[in-house]
């Protein structure tokens, strides 16, 4: 619940390791025994030698790879209680996506939804905090990314609370387009780009209890799809808009009509599974949508859905829309 003050104890980073990271488990394992007690809590970090909080250094090419990762469970820049908040903004790890040795690295970051203790094993984040102070000049301000990802790996992201951080799980935005061109083309493992964008978008004709949207379809085995919904962060939202409005980014605004902020999930509601055809129609009935917006991911499963650490890909959270409550309903 208090933190540590990082003028008297300095980090290099919270947790640091290399050369061999296969299995490598930070938080809860989610096997159903001690889940709860086995999270962490990452306090406020605002500083790291680094540059993040949990560092992956370079493996052993004969034995190290990055495979069967798993970081879940775990409160970054908020105490067990789930709402005080810390002084922090961090990249969260580092170099975890990569291929060695011709292997590509897979994580499983939250659940697994397997039916085990899957709401413990969402990582609850609160980031960037207090926003307004570290970044007084928005047109000036460089906001960390989530986590520094290459696309050479599959990265499952899935069940979290995530609070105003950067866009996620690829931080994509930075006044260049250059990001997100550069990890659309390395995706095309997993992902079939000709059939849609790597971020899947929603139809802002939806109306409940209807969800309408579409995603680029599954590739190379990943081909199992999920469309997970959330409530929209609306702190991330709206202070992704003013960076991305003052510094006028292409990936996020058109310069005059809109601009779009950090979407991502601060509730999630549940799942549908759905055909992978590239569209979707799902039926959200029962889902606590709350006041405002919604937004979604699509998560590309190797595995049948329920699989006990199963092998999944996440896209990027959708920007966000109001679904259309049903006339009928609310008259009758
Ligand atoms: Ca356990
Ligand atoms: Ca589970």
């Known amino acids: 619940m208090h933190d540590v003050d990082q003028n008297v104890a300095p980090l290099e980073a919270v947790i640091e390791t290399g050369r061999v990271n296969n299995n490598m488990r930070v938080g809860t394992d989610g096997n159903g025994l001690n889940d709860a007690e086995e999270r962490n809590v990452f306090g406020g970090v605002a500083a790291a030698g680094d540059g993040n909080i949990i560092e992956i250094y370079g493996q052993n090419g004969a034995v190290g790879r990055c495979t069967n990762i798993v970081i879940a469970g775990n409160y970054f820049g908020v105490a067990v209680d789930g709402a005080t908040r810390f002084t922090n903004s961090m990249l969260i790890v580092d170099h975890f996506t990569r291929t060695v040795s011709g292997v590509r690295s ?25 926003f307004g102070v570290i970044f007084s000049d928005p047109s000036v301000a460089i906001v960390p990314g989530f986590c520094n990802l290459t696309a050479e790996g599959t990265l499952s992201l899935r069940g979290n609370k995530l609070v105003n951080n950067n866009l996620l799980p690829f931080s994509y935005g930075n006044a260049s387009s250059s990001q997100l061109i550069n990890f659309t083309n390395y995706e095309s493992a997993v992902m079939d780009l000709t059939t849609g964008p790597i971020i899947p978008t929603l139809n802002a004709t939806s109306t409940y209890p209807h969800l309408i949207g579409t995603f680029a379809m599954g590739t190379g085995g990943f081909t199992n799809i999920i469309i997970d919904v959330y409530q929209l962060d609306q702190e991330g939202w709206n202070n992704g808009k003013t960076i991305a409005g003052a510094q006028n980014w292409p990936e996020l605004t058109d310069g005059a009509s809109y601009t779009n902020g950090f979407a991502q999930g601060s509730k999630y509601l549940g799942s549908r599974v759905v055909p992978n055809t590239g569209n979707f129609n799902i039926d959200i009935s029962g889902m606590d949508l709350g006041p405002g917006q919604v937004t979604v991911t699509a998560n590309y499963s190797a595995d049948p859905v329920g699989t006990h650490k199963g092998r999944v890909h996440t896209s990027n959270f959708s920007m966000p829309i109001y679904v259309i409550p049903d006339g009928a309903e609310s008259v009758g």
Do not use: L
């Open 106 to 130: 897979d994580c499983q970051f939250g659940s697994d939804f397997d039916g085990v203790s899957d709401d413990i094993e969402a990582n609850v984040i609160f980031m960037n905090n207090p």
